[in-house]
Every structure is written in C-alpha cells, then in structure tokens.
DNA sequence: CGTTTGCTAGACACATTGACCAGTTATCGA
DNA sequence: TCGATAACTGGTCAATGTGTCTAGCAAACG
C-alpha cells in the first residue's frame, strides 16, 4: 500500500498547523519549492478528504462552557441509534456521539457551564423516550489536548 | 454577566465555518458591515481564547487509521498523572486524554489500521509501568461528527 | 521508448491585506 | 441628562498575495 501523504505532504500540514495564517506563496518559500507544488499539494489533500478543512476551531471554555464530561447512553435496541441521534443532535452542549461497542450503547462528549449546569444538560438528555440509562463520566483536567499532527508523520513514514 | 460572544461574532463564525476561505473583505460583505469591524472582532475573538486557530483539521481515516476507541485506564495512584500523560504524547495514534472521575482514571482517544492494529496500539498504551488496568471500547459509528458551532449560537442568546 | 505526471520558474491582471484616517453613532456611568 | 469612551462606518494608500496561465524538464510507468 502505498502512503496517502509524503514527505512534503507533511511539512506542508505541519507548516499550516503551526502557522494557519501564511499564505501558499509563503509556505512555498518556506518549504523551498515552487509556488504551484504547494497549491497543487493543497488541492490533493483536500481533494483526498486528508484535510478536512480550515474552519475555525472554538473553545468551549472561553464561551463558558468550562465542564466536560462524557456521558455513555444505554438506548432501547428495538428504536434504532438514528432518532436518539437527531434527538441529541438537537442539544447544543452534545458536541459529539459515537455509538460503541456493547449492545445499544452510545457514547457522547457534552460540556456545560458548571455542574449544576451539567444536571439540566444530562436531564435533557436523558428526557428522550429511546434511552433508557445515562452514566456519567466528569472531565477533571485535560491531559493530552486533541491533536492529529503526529498522526500525519507516522502515515507518511508509512507505519 | 455579559455575553462573551453577540450577535454579530455568531454571524461571522458560522460564516468563517461555512467558508473559511473568504477573507475579511468578503466577510464584511455578506456581513454588511465595515471590513475595520470584522477584521476587529476577528482579532477579538481570537485574543479572547473563542477562535483557538484555523489549522488544517486532519481526517485520520484519511490518513489510514479507520478504526476509532476510548480506553480507560486505571493508573497507580502514587506516580500521578503527568508522567503517564507524557508516556501517552509519545504516542501518535493517542488523539487526545483526559482524567475523569473515579479514583486515578484516565480517559483516551485513540484510533488504529485496524482492529489487529488496535491491539498493537493498546499494547503500546499498557506497556507503560504505572497504568494497571485498560479497558477498550470500540467506536462503531459516529453518530455526531465533532461540532462546536451550535454553542456559540447558545452562549450569544446567552443561556 | 513514448506517455503521463509532477515540479520548476516565470508571467499577468486582479483582489485582498494591513495600516491608516476623520466623522458618526452607541453605550455607560455619574 | 450629559459627557466620555468605545465601536462602527466608509474611505484612502502602498504592498502583497491570488488565480490562472505558460513552457521546459525530469522521473515514473506500462
């Protein structure tokens, strides 16, 4: 199999991800190579769904929504996992789900403004007719912060 | 208290998701406002801690690395958390941890080839000394992809 | 061994940026 | 109610970057 990225590939992301806001020009002249390999390199990973975009990336907790927690949800089989879905796509504080091995489970990512904020969000959670169970997991700190970079460096030396 | 976010940023956000290729100056446009104004509530949010950055948001199952998991792991109470955090960073396929409650626990992220490759990825996780238990969930489906934007709307109307 | 693909290096018109400015509302505290 | 401060408008300017195109060259592929 050959690597979706190369070497260049990932001093490109890398560059990108360190500084968003140089442009290709720059990044072609950091990178010592001409200006359309860069455009051209951007487009393919584009094109191949590597990079999904550029979009900005929020912080909850400046929005004040400082508590995490991840909440894993017992859903009756007979349902399906869609309408509990839509159901949480409705609430703003779900920032994620995943459903998971071990019949009829879900797992999802909420954040809310204090603890007693998280009670309203998981009893409005919980207030959907499909779930059955709810268990409740808080976030106490942030150890490894979400990253994808050293994903691409081991893709391109081919792991 | 104050709105961290108005009305205004929660246009230019959802604008700046939706496209994020439009610089200010087309911003302003669709915004119909002055483009001093846009470019000083960019630089706003971004001081503030809102926009943490437009880096390239990477696809790992682009990259190769389809099957997602959460691993819990049950680590020794003495040694602490951060040099199992430290052990876990070395680790690319490690996306993201977090301690949780429930006695010395951490919660992980991590995504794999394959499922043969998880238990390479796990086993790798487990090596470490101070990390006596791990136990795996498989992320089947994503039922909602990670989003954040549907709070910025909530904490502008300010719930 | 011809063809395709990717990279280089340069060109061009055009749009955007960053940095200003003066003048005009809003907003808020006293 | 008034004054001060902060925010927004609408405009300018030079400098820079963008999109799009060209032609030449080298390596990889079948």
Redesign the pocket.
């Known amino acids: 199999m050959?690597p979706t990225v190369?070497e260049?590939d990932v001093r490109l992301v890398e560059l990108l991800a360190a500084e968003p806001?140089?442009?290709?020009?720059?990044?072609?002249?950091r990178?010592?190579?001409?200006?359309?390999?860069?455009?051209?390199?951007l487009d393919?990973l584009v094109a191949r769904g590597v990079i999904k975009g550029f979009g900005p990336e929020l912080d909850p907790a400046a929005l004040g929504y400082g508590v995490t927690a991840f909440i894993t949800l017992e859903i009756r089989q007979s349902g399906g996992h869609d309408p509990v879905a839509a159901h949480l796509a409705t609430i703003p504080e779900v920032l994620e789900a995943y459903t998971i091995t071990g019949g009829g489970d879900l797992l999802c990512r909420i954040v809310a403004r204090s603890n007693a904020d998280l009670q309203r969000v998981i009893d409005e959670i919980v207030s959907y007719d499909g779930i059955l169970r709810a268990s409740t997991l808080i976030a106490l700190a942030e150890q490894l912060p979400y990253r994808t970079l050293p994903l691409v460096g081991k893709a391109a030396r081919h792991g």
Chains 1, 2 share one sequence.
Do not use: F, N, P
Request: avoid cysteine; hydrophobic fraction near 40%; proline fraction near 0%.
């Open positions: 050959t190369d260049l806001r140089i442009g290709v020009l720059e990044a072609s002249r990178l010592k190579v001409a200006r359309g390999t860069v455009q051209a390199r393919r």
